[in-house]
């Protein structure tokens, strides 16, 4: 994992980390425009910091959560961390064509609740509600990250970005590992 102090130098060319959406959306904005601009180190690094440790994971969930899930997410972010270097510096590469970014906030009790019409229940898919109802921590802010071509109304999202008290990080797809029988 990459230093705080190293996470922040490189990010603070374009912007200063802080707790908002707008930040959140400035960040992914720098990350794309790394990764079309060809900076393989920038977008390799600032990938690198939206990906969870054991101790980032825990601020993300519960403080009872179980063994196995917390095993399977560990595993699940170490394998991004394992894979070809090129490969993770775009992973979260979108189309040049969707240029517009929407960050979408709930908090783990909205996606729990799911109520028809709330930006959890439009915006966030269902496995992050199951998410919500038995592993996500109470009272944290999770953010869908949305990049869309204009005047479209669906693109690509990235899923459960959350602040973890100094820097943002991204949970991801966790539903696809978590609870597997």
């Given at each position: ?5 190293l ?18 959306k ?84 909205e ?6 019409d ?21 009272g ?10 204009p005047?479209k ?18 949970l ?10």
């Amino acid at each position: 994992m990459l230093t705080t102090a190293l996470v922040l130098t490189l990010c603070a060319q374009d912007f200063k980390q802080e707790n908002k959406p707008e930040n959140l959306k400035a960040c992914v904005a720098a990350l794309q425009k790394a990764i079309g601009a060809g900076d393989t180190k920038t977008s390799l690094a600032m990938t690198k910091s939206l990906l969870c440790d054991e101790a980032r994971l825990k601020k993300a969930l519960k403080e009872d959560v179980a063994k196995e899930p917390l095993d399977a997410l560990i595993k699940m972010h170490k394998g991004y961390l394992d894979t070809d270097e090129a490969k993770l510096a775009t992973a979260l590469k979108v189309k040049p064509e969707q240029t517009e970014i929407r960050v979408h906030g709930a908090t783990t009790e909205e996606i729990a609740k799911y109520e028809k019409d709330s930006v959890a229940f439009k915006e966030f898919p269902g496995g992050a509600k199951k998410l919500a109802e038995t592993i996500l921590r109470p009272g944290v802010t999770f953010y869908e990250v949305e990049f869309l071509e204009p005047g479209k109304d669906a693109g690509m999202k990235f899923h459960l970005f959350f602040w973890d008290g100094e820097r943002w990080a991204m949970l991801g797809a966790a539903w696809r590992v978590v609870d597997k029988k």
